[in-house]
Each structure stands twice: as structure tokens, then as C-alpha cells.
């Protein structure tokens, strides 16, 4: 993917144009794990949904495989910070429905289920397959919604906080599981996150934005453990600590 010169702003009524995100540049390489972070309303949220297509630049383009980005695809699947399934359909209806929504391929119903059995296995709800959203937790709900955009086999995933609404403790057995599937299914993934460990637990670069109007990337740094990554060694890697220092610093503007 390349994004060249973007630039976005937004029309305020009483302000008028108001910029939010200034000239922007970045290549990334396929199966390449990037992860976006910076200050709450510097524009991570309105980057991703440009590169979605779901919003257009102002200026500059944004290519994948070399097609201008200028409308939602196939080839790009999003997991939102809250999930959105359809309250009355089973786990494995909301993935069998978003498959079935897919032209690319006529698949049986038979096909279909096992396809969703399999994305779901994928995220261990193997045993939570017939249960409705409300029969579920928020993370079991928030993995539903991360088996669904995987089952679409995208070229490119986006995520947009996905584990942000979660707890401690399930956010990070849920960052554990991300890992684990983004190694088994190397694809491209473009995560915003607020959250540095998770940010260097998962990804392969971090680009890190400084504050708006206009906001940029002020950093872009290559993640340099090894994979398979094991918390564990990464907590007594020195280079861990010091990277972590130095996003934490960036991020609160030291
Ligand atoms: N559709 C819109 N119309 C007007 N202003 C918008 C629109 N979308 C975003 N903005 C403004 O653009 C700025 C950046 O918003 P954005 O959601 O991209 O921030 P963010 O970095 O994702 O923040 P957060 O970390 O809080 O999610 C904010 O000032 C926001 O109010
Ligand atoms: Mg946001």
C-alpha cells in the first residue's frame, strides 16, 4: 500500500475548515504489521477510515497493489472498536451472513458453516458458536466480529481500537490470541492503538503521530523482536524497555 500526500480536514460551522491530518506519506509492505498511535483526536481514526475508503483525502492518494483506494473493498476488512453484530443471529449466522454477502464465490450452506467454524475456531469460540451476542462477553463478542472480517480473507485487515472497550485482563489474553492469528494467517494489518505494549507486543512498525491541527507522523520505527514473540522474553529484552520509554515519552510529549 501506498499512501502519498494525503492531507484531511472537516468543514466546522462555526470555524470553518478545520485541518486534521497534514501531509502524510507511509509504504506499507504486504504482510507487514503496522500499528498507528498517538493523541486522542489527532486523526488515527480518520487515516484508517480513508485508507478503508470510507472516507476521501482532501489531496494525495492512497494505492493498494497499485488501484487507487476510493471506496470500500473487499480487499479491506475492519474491526471497529465496538463490534457490530446483528443481535439476532448466532455467532456463526453473523459470520456465515457476512460470507454470504461475499460475490466472489457461490458456496453452499454446508460450506458456508464450516468456513465460519473454522474463522471461529480460530478465535477458541469453537464452543460458543450457536450462542446470540447478548449470550456473550464483550471480548467473546469483540473475537466474533475479529473471526468475521478474517473469514472475508481480506488483502488488508484495519483495526480501529479493536480491544479498546475490554478489560485488563481479557485485553490482554485477546492481544495474545491477535498474535497467535496474525502469525498462523500472515496478512496486512493496520491497527490503531493508545495502548504501547500492545503496539510493540504486535507489530512490525509503529508510526507514531504528533498532536493537530495538521497532525503527522513524527515517528516511524521498525519493531525488531524476533517471531514467534513470547511476553516473556520480550519483558526481559532491554531494547523492549527502552522502545517502551521512548513511545511513552512521545506520547505525552517528552
Ligand atoms: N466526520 C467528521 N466531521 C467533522 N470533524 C471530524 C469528523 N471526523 C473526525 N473529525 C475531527 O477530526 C479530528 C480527528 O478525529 P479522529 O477520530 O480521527 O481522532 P483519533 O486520533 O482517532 O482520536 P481518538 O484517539 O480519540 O479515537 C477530531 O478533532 C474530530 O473531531
Ligand atoms: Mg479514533
Known amino acids: 500500500m501506498k499512501i502519498e500526500g494525503i492531507t484531511k480536514g472537516f468543514n466546522d460551522r462555526k470555524k470553518g475548515f478545520q485541518p486534521v491530518v497534514g501531509t502524510t ?3 506499507i509492505h504486504e504482510g ?3 500499528t498507528i498511535i498517538g493523541p486522542s483526536g489527532c486523526g488515527k481514526s480518520t487515516i484508517l477510515k480513508m485508507i478503508a475508503g470510507l472516507e476521501s483525502a482532501d489531496e494525495g492518494t492512497i494505492r493498494l497493489a497499485g488501484r487507487p483506494i476510493d471506496a ?3 480487499e479491506l476488512g475492519i474491526v471497529f472498536q465496538q463490534h457490530v453484530l446483528l443481535p439476532w443471529m448466532s455467532a456463526r449466522q453473523n459470520v456465515i451472513f457476512a460470507l454470504e454477502t461475499d460475490p466472489r464465490t457461490k458456496r453452499s450452506k454446508q460450506e458456508l458453516a464450516s468456513l465460519a467454524d473454522e ?3 480460530l478465535v477458541n469460540l469453537s464452543h460458543a458458536a450457536d450462542r446470540r451476542p447478548h449470550q456473550l462477553s464483550g471480548g467473546m463478542q469483540q473475537r466474533v466480529g475479529i473471526a468475521r472480517a478474517f473469514a472475508l ?3 488488508v485487515m484495519l483495526l480501529d481500537e479493536p480491544l479498546g472497550a475490554l478489560d485488563a485482563l481479557t485485553r490482554h489474553e485477546l492481544q495474545l490470541q491477535l498474535l497467535d492469528l496474525c502469525e498462523k494467517q500472515k496478512r496486512t494489518f493496520i491497527m490503531v492503538t493508545h495502548d504501547v505494549d500492545e503496539a510493540l507486543l504486535l507489530s512490525d512498525r509503529i508510526l507514531v503521530m504528533g498532536a493537530g491541527p495538521s497532525a503527522r507522523i513524527v515517528h516511524d ?5 524476533s517471531r514467534p514473540r513470547e511476553v516473556e522474553n520480550l ?6 524497555h527502552e522502545l517502551r ?3 511513552l515519552n512521545s506520547l505525552t510529549g517528552h
Do not use: M
Open 25 to 27: 506519506d507511509v509504504d
Open 245 to 247: 520509554h521512548f513511545l
Open 72 to 74: 470500500p473493498s473487499r
Open 221 to 225: 520505527i521498525s519493531v525488531p523482536f
Open 235 to 240: 519483558d526481559q529484552d532491554p531494547a523492549y
Open 32 to 34: 507487514e504489521f503496522i
Open 153 to 155: 480473507e481480506p488483502q
Open 119 to 121: 474463522y471461529l475456531d
